[in-house]
Nanobody, 119 residues
């Protein structure tokens, strides 16, 4: 299973660091991605990091969010800086085989952690 943590409430311009703990998977050849879903909106990919370290970011977060991972610790992180109210959403991590991508075709998902950014 995947377990996210690190969400919370922050004022605009602030930072949060989300963590995704991965258990039950012994291979290090997986891609990790972060998604978010706000009420009434579709789930969207915001960042992905492949097994080769390559990354992809949504245009809306590029330059503000940074994805990283440590297979030895079975943990991935999403550093979120310069947060905006429109970043408020439930954030999910997901893993699957393959290259870094922001499409939602991932097989394994966490339960999510809430991020709220106030103006």
């Amino acid at each position: 299973p995947l377990v996210e943590s690190g969400g919370g409430s922050v004022q605009a311009g602030g930072s949060l660091r989300l963590s995704c703990s991965v258990s039950g998977y012994t291979s290090s050849s997986y891609c990790t991605a972060w998604f978010r879903q706000a009420p009434g909106k579709e789930r969207e990919g915001v960042a992905s990091i492949g097994s080769d370290g390559s990354t992809k970011y949504a245009d809306s977060v590029a330059g503000r969010f940074t994805a990283s991972k440590d297979y030895a610790k079975a943990t991935a992180w999403l550093q979120m800086d310069a947060l905006k109210p429109e970043d408020s959403a439930m954030y999910y991590c997901a893993i699957d085989w393959g290259i870094a991508r922001l499409s939602t075709d991932y097989n394994y998902w966490g339960e999510g952690t809430q991020v709220t950014v106030s103006s």
